[in-house]
């Protein structure tokens, strides 16, 4: 295959305890038209999934801890050889919580942290108490030996609280930390006018750079923000270090930097395909394709992976194969996915 699927992010929830000002399904605490599907049909799922490929499967929501049968559902997909992991808002964790975990051999847990302290977070979740909890999330899951990263989404309201939430991060004790640019979808469409302006946003993935040279510790990468691999290759140049090794540490698993429905893609808990957790069209339905039809026939996933076919500056960039921009954030601001990235200030050079 020449886009081998690595990571699946499965929505097995709609369900969640929270309200955050962001959330791309804008999940309620009832399913509102989109209830749990059940044990079996999870399992045929995975088997159907293992039978074509062995991507890292997250479980994800929603909120995934709200359904009663999550720890069944990793030990069936580890059973079929699948890497399994759990995507949580942290605040549900318990003791016993991390013990099922554990015991489900889920390989790792990510959290979300929005802000340094409790003010900024609460408010980003809607959620009074969420910081405290997710907080306290970290520290059973260090004191259970649970590996951990943590995912944190920035707007306009937070986006001054960056390098402490890395700071924050770090003395948490996680493994990674992955920096989120929100892609207005879902109720994010409500804070369109929040997001981080063109200019702060390059302003923002060059001091990535700079402070990543320094990072030894811990994993860090920006995400929904594959501009950010152009202005690795170009600082990189600038500077005289090793870029192909930097570009390469900060692939995930491919060498550019979207990468919606070529390796990635999510579920939904409808059964659709999607190319990414904030790309809303569906490539096929699991309930009447199967997995390896889905992937490897869509039309839209071929789109997505024609480069060439990409419009506008992306379309002329020399930066393309390994930026790609974000098919996810060109449909919800263009109303066309191959259109150009809204957010790259770079002019190709075909273009000067």
């Not at 986006?159 to 207005?184: C, D, H, N, S």
Request: glycine share 8%; charged share 25%.
């Amino acid at each position: 295959m020449d886009f081998e699927p690595k990571w699946i992010a499965w929505e097995i929830t709609r369900r969640c305890n929270l309200h955050c000002v962001h959330c791309r399904s804008s999940s309620e605490l009832e399913a509102q038209g989109h209830p749990d599907f059940s044990f079996e049909e999870a399992k045929r799922v995975l088997a159907d999934i293992s039978s074509y490929a062995s991507p890292v499967i997250v479980l994800s929501g929603g909120e995934p801890l709200l359904r009663a049968d999550v720890f069944d559902i990793a030990k069936y997909g580890g059973s079929k050889g699948l890497r399994m992991c759990l995507a949580t808002n942290g605040t549900l964790v318990t003791d016993e919580i991390c013990r099922k975990i554990k015991d489900a051999d889920i390989k790792m847990v990510s959290l979300s942290v929005d802000g340094s302290t409790a003010g900024v977070h609460d408010n980003f979740r809607n959620s009074p108490g969420a910081f405290e909890a997710t907080m306290n999330a970290a520290r059973l899951f260090k004191e259970n030996g649970i590996k951990f990263l943590v995912n944190s989404s920035f707007t306009k309201r937070n986006q001054k609280e960056i390098p402490k939430v890395m700071k924050l991060v770090r003395e948490l004790g996680a493994t990674a930390w992955y920096m989120f640019m929100i892609v207005p979808t879902g109720r994010g469409e409500d804070i369109m006018d929040e997001l981080i302006s063109l200019e702060d946003y390059e302003d923002i993935l060059a001091w990535h750079y700079e402070m990543e040279k320094n990072e030894k510790d811990m994993l860090i990468r920006p995400t929904c923000a594959p501009s950010y691999y152009r202005v690795v290759l170009q600082k990189a140049k600038e500077q005289g270090d090793d870029f192909k090794r930097r570009s390469l540490k900060f692939s995930t698993g491919g060498s550019k930097g979207c990468l919606a429905g070529q390796l990635i893609s999510l579920m939904d808990v409808d059964g659709n395909l999607l190319p990414c957790s904030y790309f809303p069209l569906a490539a096929g339905n699991i309930r009447e394709k199967s997995f390896q039809d889905i992937w490897e026939n869509s039309g839209l996933f071929k789109e997505l992976r024609d480069f060439k076919s990409y419009k506008g500056k992306c379309g002329a960039c020399e930066y393309v194969n390994v930026c790609g921009g974000c098919r996810a954030r060109a449909y919800a601001m263009t109303g066309d996915y191959m259109e150009a990235e809204p957010f790259c200030s770079h002019t190709p050079m075909k273009m000067k």
